[in-house]
């Protein structure tokens, strides 16, 4: 597999872009290869620029659970852009999208378009805290909610890929009032609000942990959450910008029957294009500008084109719920594969269509012990694998994606590559 063209559009990427990508994680600086530079993708298969078409296990990080470029999308999209990109005025894709989240997702009964995972959730938490008028935040180590300074501690991601646990140019006033609790750890959780439950705003958690690697919730954890919060008078947002329209038709909160006080959505909600969602319960969005007092805007938001693609991927979804089904026992081949050829050296993570293969030997419930993986180990395993074809997230912390475009064959091929592996 040769990746020149990849490496010449690197170098020349590096002398414009910092890094050379748009996002972090892209550069593979955790595998220590070149990034390859794609150039198309259809159902499961992404092509690079060198012409190699390989699996695709990343997805776009999420949004392509139907597969790429799927005709009916990408129809919708066409016949939106024909009429015009952006308005920066109303529109009834807008109006239709939010009715579907709603009926997918019924606490969700009212919400607002932005254009990214990160402005969904620095909203949904300044909602939160004009709502209780308290300030404090309480978020887990190694759950990441986007790149807004005051929750860029311990965060997971790529913040975890490159070791940075506190981004630089975070003013330590941005973050005091984010604490800090240990994912599955329900004391943890008391400790805080026993020392602060008058001044928490919000508990905001990934339903399942995504960005440490796959974190699945111990049995009951959840309904831990939705108690504690309710007993103290602060807010649970569930942050389901990966969870969301992929682990049921209704997401994490469907799939563990947990309803939150606010939920934010990313990802699939846009089909690939870029969309953030952001609602809840009524009376705490009548708060958004411009019923109430919390301001938040956007020019792109709402983009008719981005809503039109959010549209058409929840309509299939809705139309063929058999999807999950489907997705989750290709993705629990895979597991099952690994779990065996690996004999025990590996942790292997699955929830729904999302999992993480973690080089320790280790049970992973949380941070601390998603650090301990051999991201070496990782590094050796990436590369093999993408040598075979198979295109996977470049970071142990991440997760594969499996879609329903994964035909039968191709994961028979992955579980076959995963035997056949030197653990
Ligand atoms: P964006 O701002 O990247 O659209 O969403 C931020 C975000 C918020 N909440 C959760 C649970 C998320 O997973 C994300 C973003 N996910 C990462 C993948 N782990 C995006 C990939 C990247 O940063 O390039």
Same mark, same amino acid.
């Given at each position: ?7 010449e ?32 993708a ?33 129809e ?60 404090k ?26 070791s ?88 994490? !909160?469907?799939?563990?029957?947990i309803?939150? +006080?606010?939920? *934010?959505l /990313?990802? #699939? $909600? ?13 009376d ?44 989750e ?39 601390e ?26 970071? !142990? ?6 879609? +329903?475009?994964? *035909?039968? /064959?191709? #994961? $028979? ?11």
């Amino acid at each position: 597999m040769t990746d020149i063209k990849s490496k010449e559009l690197f170098e020349a990427a590096k002398r414009r872009i910092p890094g050379g990508v748009n996002s972090p994680v892209r550069a593979f600086g955790a595998v220590g290869k070149t990034p390859r530079f794609i150039v198309s993708a259809h159902g499961s298969r992404i092509t690079d620029a060198d012409g190699n078409e390989m699996i695709d296990y990343v997805g776009s990080y999420g949004p392509a659970i139907l597969g790429h470029a799927h005709p009916r999308v990408i129809e919708k999209v066409t016949q939106a852009c024909e009429d015009g990109l952006s308005f920066g005025a109303p529109t009834e894709r807008e109006v239709r999208l939010a009715e579907l989240i709603a009926e997918q997702m019924p606490s969700m009964e009212s919400s607002r378009m932005v254009n990214s995972g990160t402005e969904a959730v620095m909203s949904a938490v300044r909602l939160a805290r004009a709502f209780t008028g308290r300030e404090k935040i309480v978020k887990f180590k190694g759950c990441y909610h986007g790149h807004s300074d005051g929750l860029l501690v311990k965060a997971g991601s790529g913040a975890m890929t490159a070791s940075i646990p506190d981004s630089a140019g975070v003013p330590l006033d941005f973050t005091k009032h984010t604490l800090l609790a240990r994912y599955n750890d329900t004391d943890s959780v008391k400790e805080l609000f026993a020392g602060h439950h008058e001044s928490i705003a919000a508990v905001i958690v990934e339903p399942v942990a995504a960005n440490m690697g796959v974190v699945p919730p111990m049995p009951g954890f959840l309904a831990f959450l939705r108690e504690i919060t309710k007993k103290y008078g602060a807010l649970l947002i569930f942050d389901e910008v990966i969870t969301g329209f992929r682990l049921a038709p209704g997401g994490a !909160q469907e799939y563990f029957d947990i309803t939150p +006080d606010l939920t *934010t959505l /990313g990802k #699939i $909600a846009g089909g690939g294009m870029p969309v953030g969602v952001y609602g809840g319960r009524r009376d705490i969005m009548e708060l958004a500008a411009p019923l109430g007092p919390v301001y938040q805007a956007g020019t792109l938001s709402g983009n008719p084109a981005a809503m039109a693609a959010g549209i058409e991927t929840l309509l299939i979804l809705k139309e063929d719920p058999g999807i999950y089904g489907r997705i989750e026992k290709k993705a629990r081949q895979i597991a099952d594969a690994v779990r065996k050829a690996a004999k025990g050296s590996v942790c292997v993570n699955q929830v729904g269509s999302l999992l993480s293969v973690f080089f320790t030997d280790a049970a992973v419930r949380d941070y601390e012990s998603a650090v301990l993986s051999d991201t070496r180990r990782f590094a050796d395993y990436f590369g093999y694998l993408l040598e075979r074809g198979i295109y996977t997230a470049p970071s !142990q912390f991440e997760a594969m994606f499996v879609s +329903d475009a994964h *035909t039968d /064959g191709e #994961i $028979a091929y992955t579980c076959r590559v995963m035997r056949e592996m030197k653990w």
